[in-house]
């Protein structure tokens, strides 16, 4: 088991700097033009499939560092370059860990690999969970799938709503409730595989920020999907139902959100990508402070600027290691006796939406403006404490595991 280290290995170091060439020099330089035509960047994302960003290969490799530091590292310096175009480039994988959490060892082998195509016919995946009545309250979901055993067939109704890719994906993994008793343990996922009869794409909705990364309903009408598209297969599925129907019948342990369950471990990586944003904000801040002159001195020379970039570096300081630490529980196995995936979210994400604030007032009427990218990465540093659970709900699960109370 690897011991946790706040120091990357040459191979790491490699592929960070390869990593953050790509956001440099691609990225970066289209973050403006995909942000204003609020479209997904198809050509941004083949060129990282051409380089071998965009791939299951890469995704694979990080997924599967033993530091756990794979995952956190590449997100910090893609989201460095945008966060928008860069959501689009990782979106897929957040349907891609909801196949490798649940899938058996078949889904994972014929489904992964088509939810990112090939360098010359790219696509993309989405995951479906939220619902319009039920956001962060998981437990409230209502999309239905019900079996038909005749078939061998479970049918899909619901309006999903907010799935990053959703409508425009070729895979999309879709979670539904398949016993309404049971709350959100009565929930199952779904591939519903391309090109199936019933599933359209509903409003696409236009955004305060990460706008090259595409958010959309998805409609779901009697979509038939053939029975082996359950995650982990009908058997488990039945233990898991009974289980959960013996515990609620004896009274034992109360039904979980699983908002607050199921994303403990994958939450560092959005803290992840807010450090990214968070450090690209504060770079642009510290070049502008070091140059602009007012009163006949560089704006830095006042400690109300330069204190100001003091306290956004150590807070980006301090958030970094929290998510590699919880990256590194996640990818060791160990507990997360005090939330501290959570943790590593909300503060990486309030981080994150301070420090490109305080980026913007350093750039005066510039940071206003769409001529500095701080404009952009303010809006964008926005989303962090919105999805994968608000910072509220991040406390609620901080709290509750702190206390053991059922905090409300
Ligand atoms: C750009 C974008 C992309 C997204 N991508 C996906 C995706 O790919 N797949 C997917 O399934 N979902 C996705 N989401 C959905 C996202 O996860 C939800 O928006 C998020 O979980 C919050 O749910 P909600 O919007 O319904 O807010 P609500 O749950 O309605 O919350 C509204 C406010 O009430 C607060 N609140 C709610 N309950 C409590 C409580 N118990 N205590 C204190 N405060 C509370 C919240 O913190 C928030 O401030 C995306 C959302 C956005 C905006």
Known sequence: MAEFTLELNDDQKQVR????????DVIRPAASEWDEREETPWPVIQEAAKVGIYSLDFYAQQFFDPTGLGIPMALEELFWGDAGIALSIV????????????????QIGTWIP??????????????????????????????????DQ??????????????????????????????????????????????????????????????????????????RVPGHCLLGGKEKLDQRLARARESAASGGERVKNAAMATFEASRPAVGAMAVGTARAAYEVALDYAKTRTQFGRPIIDNQGVAFQLADMRTQIDAARPLVWRASWMATTGKPFTSAEGSMSKLYASETAKKVTAQ??????????????????????????????????????????????????
Not at 91 to 106: K, Q
Not at 124 to 141: H, K, L, R, T
Request: glycine share 12%; net charge negative.
């Open 91 to 106: 979106g897929t994988g957040l349907a891609a860990v909801g196949v490798l959490a649940n899938g058996t060892e078949e």
């Open 150 to 223: 005749a078939k061998d067939e479970w049918v899909l109704n619901g309006t999903k709503t907010w799935a990053t890719n959703g409508g425009i994906a070729g895979v999309h993994v879709v979670v539904a409730v398949v016993d309404a008793e049971l709350g959100s343990k009565g929930h199952a996922s779904f591939i519903v595989p391309p090109n199936t009869p019933g599933l359209s794409q509903g409003q696409k909705f236009k955004k305060h920020g990460i706008r090259a990364s595409h958010t959309a309903e998805v409609v779901l009408e009697d979509v």
């Open 17 to 24: 700097d390869w990593l953050h060439g790509f956001a440099a």
């Open 359 to 408: 980026a913007v007032q350093i750039l005066g009427g510039n940071g206003f403006t769409r001529e500095y990218p701080v404009e952009r990465m303010h809006r964008d540093a926005a989303i962090y404490t919105i999805f994968e659970g608000t910072s509220e709900i991040q406390r609620l699960v901080i709290a509750r595991t702190l206390s053991g109370m059922p905090i409300r």
């Open 114 to 147: 088509q939810m990112y195509g090939d360098v010359d016919d790219v696509k993309v995946a989405a995951f479906c969970s939220s619902e319009p009545d039920a956001g962060s309250d998981v437990a409230s979901m209502r999309t239905r799938a019900v079996y």
